[in-house]
């Protein structure tokens, strides 16, 4: 074979798999149950499940800018309602980045969608459309992540405040998160404990 074809050859072999490999990681996977005794007495505020290491990936990026983007890229939010009072209440939990610097307001927020049923519910978020997401010095990387348990009127719908807590509690979820780079897309099948049938959608 002529030496300049085997160089061609052998550089768009290496070029297929490059193009096609996804850049996510799993920032959190939390399962627990959540109580009306929880959200009155986490601290430092109500309604909150905080998500620190280890259930926080160790080995999160510190610059979320270089040399891979994600910064840019999306958040793919699944959300397991593995328990949930009868009843359809509105329910959502707010996802919020808590950085190790911040500016402005000094963190941000984007959330799951709004439930009323058990069952799994997935979305991905642009990382450049949530709320307060330039609040966020990305460059110096995430310490925690907050996640808020609201009613369907989101805002400041925490359901601590609800006179029902009966339509909330007690409840049980799985949520798990994915960064997924700038321009590329979210691949299941790297996700690990995801069941069989969802690891092998494209």
């Known amino acids: 074979m002529d030496i300049r074809a085997f160089v061609l050859l052998t550089s768009s072999m290496l070029a297929v798999p490059q193009l096609a490999r996804a850049e996510q990681f799993v920032l959190f996977d939390a399962t627990f149950t959540y109580t009306h005794e929880d959200a009155l007495n986490s601290k430092p505020s109500k309604s909150h499940y905080y998500v620190r290491e280890p259930l926080l990936n160790p080995d999160r990026p510190k610059d979320w ?111 798990t998160v994915i960064q997924v780079s700038a321009g590329a897309k979210y691949d299941p099948s790297l996700v690990p404990g995801l069941p069989a049938k969802e690891a092998t959608k494209k």
């Open 65 to 175: 800018t270089s040399p891979v983007d994600y910064r840019n890229g999306t958040i793919h939010i699944r959300t397991e309602v593995l328990e949930k009072p009868a009843g359809g209440e509105p329910t959502t939990w707010s996802i919020c980045y808590i950085p190790n610097k911040g500016q402005k307001n000094g963190y941000g927020c984007t959330g799951t969608v709004i439930y009323r049923e058990k069952g799994v519910y997935e979305q991905d978020v642009p990382m450049t459309k949530f709320w307060e997401n330039d609040s966020i010095i990305w460059t110096e990387g995430i310490r925690q992540m907050d996640l808020v348990m609201k009613d369907g009127s989101g805002g400041q719908g925490h359901v601590h405040k609800r006179g029902d807590p009966e339509k909330f509690f007690p409840t049980k979820v799985r949520i």
